[in-house]
C-alpha cells in the first residue's frame, strides 16, 4: 500500500505571495500524480495531471513538478479564491489521497 | 456541459443498505470509467470504487470490498453505488467522478456529492 503525506498541514500566506506545498510518496509513483483544490462545501477540482501538466482551465499561476517520492505544488502568487484544500492524489496504482493541506490568509 | 448529479443518500441504520445513483449529461458515458470517492465531516478523500467503460474492470477499496457493489447502465447515462452492511465508518459524502480518460485513475469531473449517514 502506498502512504502519501503532505506538508505543511497548514500554510498561512498573504494574498499575492507565493506558497509551496509538499507531497510525498511511501514508493515511487513516477510520475502518477495529480493534485485537487477543495473550497468549504464544494467537491474537489482537478487542478494538476501527470505531476505536472495543468488541467483544462486552471491558471497559469499553478504548477505542478516531481517525480518518483517527493512532488510540489507552486501558486506563484496567492489570489483570494486560492485559500482552500489542497489534496495530492497517487494513481499508480490503487488511486490514493494524501490528507491535505490548507492555505489559508496570513 | 458535463453534469454529475448524485442522488440516493439519507440516514440509514448500521447494518442497512442505500443505493446511490449519479445521473451524467454532457459527455459520452459510455466512453468513461466512473468512480466513486467519499469524503467523511471534516475528514480527507476516499476512493472507494471504480468501474471500466464497458463494466469489464471493477475495483473497491479494501474498507468496502465485500460490502459495496459499483454498477453502471451505459443506456441510461447513470451511476450506481449498491451499499450493504453499512457501518458507522460509512458516513460521509459520497462524489461520482469521471476519470480523466478511460481507466486514467484521477477524475477530472465531480458530482456535489450525496451524505450518507449511518447511525442508529
Known amino acids: 500500500e502506498i502512504v502519501m503525506t503532505q506538508s505543511p498541514a497548514t500554510l498561512s500566506v498573504s494574498p499575492g505571495e507565493r506558497a509551496t506545498l509538499s507531497c510525498r510518496a511511501s514508493?515511487?509513483?513516477?510520475?502518477?500524480l495529480a493534485w485537487y483544490q477543495q473550497k468549504p462545501g464544494q467537491a474537489p477540482r482537478l487542478l494538476i495531471y501527470g505531476a505536472s501538466t495543468r488541467a483544462t482551465g486552471i491558471p497559469a499561476r499553478f504548477s505542478g513538478s516531481g517525480s518518483g517520492t517527493e512532488f510540489t505544488l507552486t501558486i506563484s502568487s496567492l489570489q483570494s479564491e486560492d485559500f482552500a484544500v489542497y489534496y495530492c492524489?497517487?494513481?499508480?496504482?490503487?488511486?490514493?489521497f494524501g490528507p491535505g493541506t490548507k492555505v489559508d490568509i496570513k | 456541459e458535463v453534469q454529475l448529479v448524485e442522488s440516493g443518500g439519507g440516514l440509514v441504520k448500521p447494518g442497512g443498505s442505500l443505493r446511490l445513483s449519479c445521473a451524467a449529461s454532457?459527455?459520452?458515458?459510455?466512453?468513461?470509467?466512473m468512480n466513486w470517492v467519499r469524503q467523511a465531516p471534516g475528514k480527507g478523500l476516499e476512493w472507494v470504487s471504480s468501474?471500466?467503460?464497458?463494466?469489464?474492470?471493477?475495483y473497491y477499496a479494501d474498507s468496502v470490498k465485500g460490502r459495496f457493489t459499483i454498477s453502471r447502465d451505459n443506456a441510461k447515462n447513470s451511476l450506481y453505488l449498491q451499499m450493504n452492511s453499512l457501518r458507522a465508518e460509512d458516513t460521509a459524502v459520497y462524489y461520482c467522478a469521471r476519470d480523466f480518460y478511460d481507466s486514467s485513475g484521477y477524475a477530472d469531473y465531480w458530482g456535489q456529492g450525496t451524505l450518507v449517514t449511518v447511525s442508529s
Open positions: 468501474i471500466s467503460s464497458s463494466s469489464s474492470y471493477i
Open positions: 454532457g459527455f459520452t458515458f459510455s466512453s468513461y470509467s
Open positions: 492524489q497517487q494513481y499508480n496504482n490503487w488511486p490514493r
Open positions: 514508493q515511487s509513483v513516477s510520475s502518477n
